[in-house]
C-alpha cells in the first residue's frame, strides 16, 4: 500500500527541496516524495492526502508546478473530492499569490486544506538574491517537519 501523504515540489534555487524533505523527514513512511516533473494522476489517486510544496516566482507558482498541475488536473476531475492537502511555500518576500492559485487550482478537484498555509519568506529582493541557492534555517525546517508528521499520522488515522 502506498504512504497515505503524497509531498509534491518543485526548487530552482533548493530552499523548496530542503522544506519537502523536512516535510517529508517528518513524516518518514507515512509519505511519499515526488518531485513535481514526475508527478502522475497515479501518484495522486493512490493518496489520501497532498501536501504541495514550491516557490513563488515573479509572484506565482513555480513553472514546473504549474505544469504538473495543467498535466494531472483532468484526469483526476472527479476523483479526488474530500482529500486533505496543505502548501509549502518558498518566496523571497509575499508567497500568498502562490497559495491562492494552487487553492483555486484545488477547488476543482474539490480538496480540503487541513494546515494553515506554511510561507517561508526568504526577503529575496535582488536579482543576485533571487538567484542565489538558498539556505533555510532551522527553525523553519523543523515547522515545516513538524506539519509532514502532522499530516502524516493524521491521514494514516483517518483524522483527516
Request: aromatic share 8%.
Given at each position: 500500500?502506498?504512504?497515505?501523504?503524497?509531498?509534491v515540489?518543485?526548487?530552482r534555487t533548493g530552499a523548496s527541496e530542503q522544506l519537502a524533505q523536512a516535510a517529508k523527514a517528518g513524516a518518514a513512511d507515512l509519505a511519499t516524495?515526488?518531485?513535481?516533473?514526475?508527478?502522475?494522476p497515479a501518484h495522486f489517486m493512490a493518496a489520501a492526502?497532498?501536501?504541495?510544496?514550491?516557490?513563488?516566482?515573479?509572484?506565482?507558482?513555480s513553472g514546473l508546478m504549474k505544469e504538473m498541475f495543467d498535466r494531472c488536473y483532468y484526469p483526476l476531475l472527479g476523483e479526488l473530492?474530500?482529500?486533505?492537502?496543505?502548501t509549502v511555500t518558498a518566496?523571497?518576500?509575499d508567497g500568498s499569490n502562490t497559495v491562492r492559485q494552487i487553492d483555486r487550482i484545488v477547488t476543482g478537484?474539490?480538496?480540503?486544506?487541513?494546515?494553515?498555509?506554511?510561507?517561508?519568506?526568504?526577503?529575496?529582493?535582488?536579482?543576485?538574491a533571487i538567484l542565489a541557492p538558498k539556505r533555510v534555517e532551522g527553525a523553519m525546517l523543523d515547522d515545516v517537519s513538524r506539519l509532514g508528521q502532522a499530516l502524516g499520522e493524521g491521514l494514516a488515522s483517518g483524522i483527516f
Open positions: 500500500m502506498a504512504a497515505p501523504l503524497l509531498i515540489w518543485h526548487s516524495l515526488v518531485p513535481a516533473a514526475e508527478a502522475s492526502g497532498f501536501l504541495f510544496v514550491c516557490p513563488e516566482n515573479l509572484g506565482s507558482m473530492e474530500g482529500r486533505a492537502y496543505a518566496a523571497g518576500s478537484w474539490r480538496l480540503r486544506r487541513v494546515a494553515e498555509p506554511v510561507i517561508v519568506n526568504l526577503h529575496a529582493q535582488t536579482a543576485s
